[in-house]
RNA sequence: GGCCCCAUCGUCUAGCGGUUAGGACACCGCCCUUUCACGGCGGUGACGGGGGUUCGAGUCCCCCUGGGGUCGCCA
């Protein structure tokens, strides 16, 4: 079984998607099943709504899970599992108060050293703490000796026991903490890989010391994604707004050209163009590069190109928002845009936009008029004879002004391709 | 600062002791063209530094430097 584990409370990173396209595509490999959890056990912080946003996107991308959990839904055991832990004495009761806390974090910064709880609770009996009022926490005890596990891409990993930390595991409001939830639903919905970001990397030690606590044996195996940078080669974060899958799909790239771009980012692939279906047939989770990937927007467009010119003309006439029959004319403009919206934006001034003839005004006016009284015929070249025939222009003269009138721009596709495809407009394009 | 990870063109990468260090995107030039962010052809461009090991090092080892991640009652 493998999972994908996103919090309510905040719009769809791209990282994030990639974590689950991952895991869904050697889900698929391995004949495994797959669910989605949400994370929701910071009430403060959940946002209404996210969860179902989340879902349709990965609909959109054709990331099908087979079951769906609330972490929320599974409390009972984690209150449960704390108290366990606490009765047989690997949890203890903690008083210490935030600002208690907040105020040895800053101490142990100015001395330049790592924060770690004091211990200050920890030998606490359960007796002596029934007796004391106030809020509390339970902290599980940090491990005696390191915790080691093996990672798909990172390689044997070794965590002492002061890395892990006596960490809090219910809070003071009665819910569980990260670490603690997701060890126990990994535990309880059997997940045998996990496939997530680096920035998990030192959450793994405390979540298999959780489950050792539990006396659960299993081994969980473990590939830590290296993080996607931004332009800066910083983590990419919610100002960079190609971080945000919502924003990539308004501005025009195709979910089938996201999904291809960040399979291709830090690895190695046998094509650079690909679809899913593909990528399930040789993708190797192993051979994913350990270094972070820089986010390569020229890149993305490339493929979005690519993948736009693979659609049916029909599809992507439909998609940007014109008749059908169009759609050969929406291709040719694929030479000069790379996402629907800048395709929509070309075919919009093609089809709708105030021609302005400039130098060629007077030409341009010769040219409508002869069109207005033409049949048109159905090749460019029978047209461009008989036009030009009638009209006494030639060379730059005759084209520029016709390139004008058809397209509205002053460069663009071939021209007797654009004829061809916009033939049955023409008569409407002569009058903007 | 502690711990962890990483290090080949601007970017993503190939390379697994002997290569003119290859490819893709981007960029530049030429051709095609009335034109073009298409197409064809070509070009600029990289092994971070220092020590070893070796006949020989981008490839193996060590140090330095640089970059990233993480150190919450967030996930």
Redesign the pocket.
Known sequence: MLRF???P?GDLHIGNLRVALFNYIVAKQKNKRFIVRI????Q??NVEGKDKEILEILKLFGIEYDDLIY?SKNLHFHQNLAFKLLEEGKAFV?????EE?EKE?EK??KE??????SGKCENLTLKEASQRRG???I?VKKPATPIKFR?LI???????P??V?S??I????G????????AIDDMLSDIELIIR???????TPKQIHIRNLLGYTKEVEYAHL??I?N?????MSKRDKASSVKWLLEEGFLPQAIINYLI?????TPQ?VFTLQEAIEWFDIG??????????L??L???N?KHLEKLDPKLLAQKIGVKEELGELVKLY?????TLK?LKE?IRKVLEEKREFGEFKREAQELKEIIAQLELPTEFEEFKKEVMKRSSLK??RF??P??LILSG??????????YRHLRPEIKELIKL
């Open positions: 584990a996103p919090s409370t994370e929701d056990t910071d403060a912080r972490q903690c008083f210490c108060s935030e806390l974090r142990a910064k330049r050293r790592p924060y770690r709880y809020k509390f926490v902290r990672d990172k390689g044997e990993q070794q965590f002492s002061f890395e930390d960490f809090v219910l809070r003071s409001n819910m569980p903490t990260y670490n603690f939830a997701c970001g680096e920035d998990h990397l030192s959450n290296p993080i940078l332009e800066e080669g910083k983590k291709l980012l830090g690895n190695q650079e051979k994913l590069s350990k270094t972070s990937a820089k986010f390569d020229a890149k467009r490339f493929l190109r694929l030479e000069e845009a790379s800048e070309k060379g730059k084209f520029k016709l390139r721009a002053d460069k663009g596709p071939e021209i007797s391709l654009l």
